[in-house]
């Protein structure tokens, strides 16, 4: 599934970003370290329930929700951390468009018809 794939590809891009946070944005990493794995697992865990349409899109609502969060602290560094302004805005930037394409997903789903 791309949204998957994507969402593992990114999470890797986040963990190489976050290496570059200071340690006194602590709370700012450890948020950002939990939204960035909880999309491809809510996205796994939805899709292992697919034969339930609601289920499955349940899933998908949360990843979405942890891409819109993972944004705003993306955001959060980039207040804190000036320097590293550019390349938070990038990762943001992706994220954006996965959740368009969480969201697409999940508009077109259909139970046993994709």
Known sequence: MTVYNESFRLLRKLYEFIIKVPKSEYDS???SKKCGKSIPANIAEGFAK???EKEFKWFLKIALGSCDELITHLRAITVAVPR???EA???ADDYKVLSKRINALHAVWKSGKF
């Open 89 to 91: 805005k990038e990762l």
């Open 84 to 86: 590293l302004h550019n």
């Open 50 to 52: 697919r034969s339930s």
């Open 29 to 31: 990493v450890l948020q």
